[in-house]
T-cell receptor, first 116, second 112 residues
Framework: GAGVSQSPSNKVTEKGKDVELRCDPI?????LYWYRQSLGQGLEFLIY????????KSGLPSDRFSAERTGGSVSTLTIQRTQQEDSAVYLC????FGGGIKETQYFGPGTRLLVL | GENVEQHPSTLSVQEGDSAVIKCTYS??????FPWYKQELGKRPQLIID?????GEKKDQRIAVTLNKTAKHFSLHITETQPEDSAVYFC???????????FGAGTQVVVTP
């Protein structure tokens, strides 16, 4: 079946502009995660959704970052007033139940963001 | 919070030899330990995982061992092949939400 998809695959923006990144999880997966991967680094947790609510936003680096999820499916990560240090690959993952037995997280291909 | 350290950062092996990557973690409540493989420009793919009630798990040429007392777990790849070349990430889950804390990654290069 279809895996996790993300769009756009690449985004180049100017410093100070806002960007929106989209994630389509695997159908039926209730849990959705956003991670950030800077060049040559590991994955950094940003936010977790269970359904439409976000019980864990602890990884969002600043109040310029926000995310929402509608209909228990698609999620959008918004970065306002982008800065050069926001340049990274933003990865989305989904899993069936989150912390339950079927907790395998499946990743999307990522959105590569470059802030000039 | 949880701290995950991964070693080595790079690993070069001859085809056919074994590769071992080790990760240590700090939170004794951690209960799930997956390993992901990421090829250049691709998404991370789960290759094997282990839960805290198991000491070892094997899947063909890949195995993972867990030492809960010492708080470390390792990935073992035997009979390495060029297609094993990639970055490997360990991860740890501590809380009930399922978020993963990742190690910094190991670049594995298998030379023919």
């Amino acid at each position: 079946g279809a895996g996790v998809s993300q769009s756009p695959s690449n985004k180049v923006t100017e410093k100070g502009k806002d960007v929106e990144l989209r994630c389509d999880p695997i159908s039926g997966h209730t849990a959705l995660y956003w991670y950030r991967q800077s060049l040559g680094q590991g994955l950094e947790f940003l936010i977790y959704f269970q359904g439409n609510s976000a019980p864990d936003k602890s990884g969002l680096p600043s109040d310029r970052f926000s995310a929402e999820r509608t209909g228990g499916s698609v999620s959008t990560l918004t970065i306002q007033r982008t800065q050069q240090e926001d340049s990274a690959v933003y990865l989305c993952a989904s899993s069936l139940f989150g912390g339950g037995i079927k907790e395998t997280q499946y990743f999307g291909p990522g959105t590569r963001l470059l802030v000039l | 919070g949880e701290n995950v350290e991964q070693h080595p950062s790079t690993l070069s092996v001859q085809e056919g030899d074994s590769a071992v990557i080790k990760c240590t973690y700090s939170d004794s409540a951690s209960n799930y330990f997956p390993w992901y493989k990421q090829e250049l420009g691709k998404r991370p793919q789960l290759i094997i995982d282990i839960r805290s009630n198991v000491g070892e798990k094997k899947d063909q040429r890949i195995a993972v061992t867990l030492n809960k007392t010492a708080k470390h777990f390792s990935l073992h790849i035997t009979e390495t092949q060029p297609e094993d070349s990639a970055v490997y990430f360990c991860a740890v889950r501590t809380d009930s939400w399922g978020k993963l804390q990742f190690g910094a990654g190991t670049q594995v290069v298998v030379t023919p």
